[in-house]
């Protein structure tokens, strides 16, 4: 590949006032965003068990007598009594700031959680309960703070916890910034199609430019904006380790470091990247406008929305992988009941169908560059 041929595209993209926008958006998004989580308490764990709290005692209070003569409801009616005093617990060691005895008693109520799912919970039909499948990821991640020595953090506003949320924010929505940013990849060559008829270029080396393009489009600003929102964070609220863990799928349920977890979310990344790349030269090059480009994009991510029913036999395709978040925490695995969903199998079909998409580009181009 010619260097002065990339630096020169390179610049060009760079110079692009749609880019430039992005860009800056990206940044200060991946920063500022902080103020959010702060001004709306999000993942404060003191609110939220409060209201657990609440959730629990108004269930145990819907058991009379009669009910606790069956032995389903004297199991569900028991456990709830226990979970209230697990979490009176867990409230106090929160009081006393005893990071070792919160830990401990946070273990003992997600195990009482889970063990309530024995019987389905019967007869507390209103209470507010996670999932099972968020009990294992937190029993997980608690195991990994006790063998660590690492405190736990209630908010999402220290460093690590800040940097973990905004990750699985930008996981989910990634997938428009990267559309924004390749929508017009092709555009410029469609319109100036009667100068290069008369240019040789080598088809790999444009798409491979362009890919590079692009990666360096997304990859400088993401990787500038998570180091400035973790001092950011720091500053403001206290640095906490980069080990703290964070939840991670592959044929199960791991709790592994925040660095670990962020050179995984950028190597997934870069074959979403190579993926919309190819979809957006496709496109470009078939409807020979960004608009469109962009809309058809936008469509095909709206169809993870579609019941998991039919979103299980359409694995092979490559929407169910456009959610970063989703795939990578194992939502989309237990929202499948598929346990071979997972980083390596996205990234396998999304590179697949990337060199489909490029085999149909190349097609087309040729046809149109010979007319």
């Not at 990071?99 to 209470?127: E, I």
């Not at 798409?207 to 998570?226: A, C, D, E, R, Y």
Request: net charge positive; glycine share 4%.
């Amino acid at each position: 590949m010619n260097p002065t041929y990339l630096k020169s595209n390179l610049l060009i993209g760079l110079k692009s006032k749609k880019n430039q926008l992005l860009i800056i958006l990206l940044v200060l998004f991946i920063i500022f965003s902080l103020f959010i989580v702060e001004k709306q308490k999000i993942g404060d764990g003191a609110k939220s068990w409060e209201n657990y709290g609440q959730s629990l005692q108004a269930n145990a209070n819907y058991f009379d007598s009669e009910m606790l003569k069956r032995p389903t409801y004297k199991s569900t009616y028991d456990n709830l009594n226990k979970q209230s005093q697990e979490l009176a617990s867990l409230q106090n060691s929160q009081v006393f700031v005893d990071p070792v005895q919160y830990l401990t008693s946070y273990r003992n109520l997600l195990n009482t959680m889970q063990a309530g799912y024995h019987n389905h919970y019967a007869g507390a039909k209103t209470l507010n309960l996670p999932s099972q499948f968020f009990i294992k990821q937190e029993l997980n991640k608690t195991d990994y703070l006790i063998k660590h020595k690492i405190p736990i953090f209630m908010n999402n506003e220290s460093s690590a916890t800040y940097l973990i949320y905004i990750l699985s924010v930008l996981g989910t929505i990634i997938f428009f910034y990267l559309s924004f940013i390749s929508s017009d990849s092709w555009i410029i060559n469609l319109r100036h199609q009667s100068i290069l008829k008369n240019i040789p270029y080598r088809f790999k080396d444009e798409v491979f430019g362009k890919i590079i393009i692009n990666s360096t489009l997304v990859f400088l600003p993401l990787l500038l904006g998570m180091i400035l929102a973790y001092i950011f964070a720091g500053l403001r609220h206290g640095f906490v380790t980069l080990n703290y863990p964070v939840i991670f799928y592959s044929t199960s349920i791991l709790a592994i470091p925040l660095w670990l977890y962020c050179f995984l979310f950028l190597v997934y990344l870069s074959g979403l990247i190579i993926f919309t790349t190819s979809l957006s030269l496709f496109l470009n090059q078939l409807t020979k406008n960004v608009y469109l480009t962009i809309f058809i994009e936008v469509i095909l991510y709206a169809l993870l929305f579609l019941p998991k029913a039919t979103l299980k036999w359409l694995v092979f395709l490559p929407f169910p992988y456009l959610n970063l978040t989703d795939l990578l925490n194992g939502n989309l695995a237990n929202k499948l009941n598929l346990n071979s969903i997972n980083l390596l199998t996205g990234y396998c079909v999304l590179l697949i169908w990337s060199i489909f998409l490029l085999i149909l580009f190349k097609y087309l181009a040729a046809g149109r560059k010979k007319q």
